[in-house]
């Protein structure tokens, strides 16, 4: 069991908007790089958007670029990652984790993730 909490997922049809939430409510990756990775039905998990500790830098997987954005709110505990213009292919499991995976002390781990269905 992850100690990240994703929320915000559900059923869109094309075209549309979501904003998913990652809450970190001990703050304890405050600190480090955050990304958002995602698992399409019987395909590997993938990065799709990280972002530095401070906020200043950012990464996106060129199939997002464009169409999402992540930010966080230090106060707040939370990193966002809003998603635009969703297309069928960004159906699947968001999770939030470090980046690159794990890297506190094996920590954060995957959580349940956040589904997301784009549909029509």
């Known amino acids: 069991q992850g100690q990240l909490v994703e929320s915000g997922g559900g059923l869109v049809q094309p075209g549309g908007s979501l904003r998913l939430s990652c809450a970190d409510p001990?703050?304890?990756?405050?600190?480090?790089?955050m990304g958002w990775y995602r698992q399409a039905p019987g395909k590997p998990r993938e990065l799709v958007a990280a972002?530095?500790?401070?906020?200043?830098?950012?990464y996106y997987a060129d199939v997002v670029k464009g169409r999402f954005i992540i930010f966080r709110d230090t106060a707040q505990k939370t990193v966002y990652l809003q998603m635009n213009s969703l297309e069928s292919e960004d159906t699947g499991v968001y999770y939030c984790?470090?980046?690159?995976?794990?890297?506190?002390?094996?920590?954060?781990?995957w959580g349940q993730g956040t589904q997301v269905t784009v549909s029509s």
């Open positions: 001990r703050s304890i990756f405050s600190a480090y790089e």
């Open positions: 972002i530095s500790w401070s906020g200043g830098r950012t």
């Open positions: 984790n470090t980046r690159p995976p794990n890297i506190v002390f094996g920590g954060p781990g």
